[in-house]
């Protein structure tokens, strides 16, 4: 069965770096989005990426997160200059058409220390 | 806001019993609610979904219910077993994100 796939499994950095994480969604997915998961709290969403750009975004998404599909497989997240906050598990998840099920990665665990 | 509510937060059975996890959201735009189990360090696996023009959907041990009106949706897990131990999320879709609940720690007790 088709996955989608997150690298690395485990970052960690300092604060001030950045960090890209990256994943692979599923190959004839269109839809695609980035969550985070706060160790112990819900899952949140961050980001929906579809046609080549951003669909919609969430508060905690500011200017410090980008998110690019540089070539036909790969989407990555961005965070230019990590927080302490910034700690989290990382999913990234891809659908067929907008209003379809999501199929989340394993996730990147971040720690910024 | 876009916010999904669950109730409640721990839920503790014993095997055998019934299990009810009830979710309500507040945006009337939201027409698909799936459900999704999270175990301990994995990444969040559909359970089972329902869209706005259904109002009941059940898969062997496992139903979700649909009230539109009222903005409430419900997971029923039937004859739960130890495996079924996990944290469980709702969701409501609103122009394809997610919007999260706070999780049900569900705990099957032998």
């Known amino acids: 069965e088709p996955e989608v796939t997150q690298t690395p499994s485990h970052q960690v950095t300092q604060m001030g770096q950045e960090v890209i994480l990256r994943c692979v969604p599923i190959s004839n997915h269109l839809y695609f989005y980035w969550y985070r998961q706060i160790l112990g709290q819900k899952v949140e969403f961050l980001v929906s990426f579809y046609n080549n750009e951003i669909s919609e975004k969430s508060e ?44 989340f990665g394993a996730g990147t665990r971040l720690s910024v220390l | 806001g876009e916010n999904v509510e669950q109730h ?87 122009r394809g994100k997610l919007i999260f609940g706070q999780g049900t720690e569900l705990s099957v007790k032998p």
Not at chain 2, 38 to 56: A, H, M, T, W
Not at chain 2, 63 to 84: G, R
Request: one cysteine or more; glycine letters at 4%; proline letters at 4%.
């Open chain 1, 60 to 103: 905690i998404f500011d200017d410090q997160f980008s998110v690019e599909r540089p070539d036909g497989s790969n989407f990555t997240l961005k965070i230019r200059s990590t927080k302490l906050e910034d700690s989290a598990m990382y999913f990234c998840a891809s659908s067929v058409t907008e209003e379809n099920i999501q199929y």
């Open chain 2, 8 to 94: 409640p937060s721990t839920l503790s059975v014993q095997e055998g019993d019934s299990a009810v996890i009830k979710c309500t959201y507040s945006d009337s735009a939201s027409n698909y609610f799936p459900w999704y189990k999270q175990e301990l360090g994995k990444r969040p696996q559909l359970i089972i979904d329902i869209r706005s023009n259904v109002g009941e959907k059940k898969d062997q041990r496992i139903a979700v219910t649909l009230n539109k009106t009222a903005k409430h949706f419900s997971l029923h897990i039937t004859e739960t077993q130890p495996e079924d131990s996990a944290v469980y999320f709702c969701a409501a879709s609103i």
